[in-house]
């Protein structure tokens, strides 16, 4: 009878801690939804491009580039001919509803499990003509870690030869819970 007392005092013991151990863990969630906010110097125009390229793949070493012809394996939101499209890492392109525009001001809400559910976003935007010339471009990708970043931003200072719709001013990304 003792016996049978102490292994149950031992299993409550070990149950206990063992749940206490778990408890300590930080649960990092990562979000349900991100609200991306471009700001150009001038209008948004259907006369340009807009593109994000979003890296899912959890390393925060490797991103999109400044040229959308190298992307390959990102998701990318895409701004033409006044529609929204998501594209995902194989190549599909289905129209988006969650963007809108107003004068200088381009959002996109994105539900992350359309992204599938990933933990670390590396962002890239591009802006470019109708023919796929480039026109402005973040000079690096910048990475949100969706677990512990509620909003990241960056400005972009570089100096765009085209006109005023294609120039970046700022990149914005809020990360809803
Ligand atoms: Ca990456």
């Known amino acids: 009878m003792e016996r049978i007392k102490v292994v149950l005092i031992l299993g409550l013991l070990v149950f206990f801690v063992s749940g206490c151990a778990r408890g300590e863990q930080p649960t990092w969630g990562t979000g349900s939804e991100i609200v991306i906010t471009l700001t150009m110097r001038g209008n948004v125009d259907s006369g340009v491009e807009y593109l994000v390229a979003l890296d899912t793949d959890g390393n925060v070493l490797t991103g999109p580039k400044k040229d959308p012809a190298e992307w390959s394996g990102f998701y990318v939101l895409r701004w033409a001919g006044n529609n929204f499209y998501l594209r995902?890492?194989?190549?599909?392109?289905?129209?988006?509803?969650?963007?809108s525009v107003s004068g200088s001001i381009m959002k996109m809400d994105v539900d992350l499990s359309d992204l599938g559910k990933p933990s670390t976003l590396d962002v890239m935007v591009v802006t470019t003509d109708k023919g796929g010339n480039i026109l402005d471009s973040l000079g690096n990708y910048f990475t949100v870690r969706l677990g512990s970043q509620s909003y990241v931003s960056r400005e972009d200072a570089s100096a765009d030869t085209g006109n005023a719709s294609s120039d970046i001013?700022?990149?914005?990304?809020?990360?809803?819970?």
Do not use: A, K
């Open 169 to 177: 001013l700022r990149v914005e990304i809020e990360v809803r819970r």
């Open 88 to 99: 995902n890492p194989n190549g599909e392109e289905r129209f988006f509803s969650g963007g």
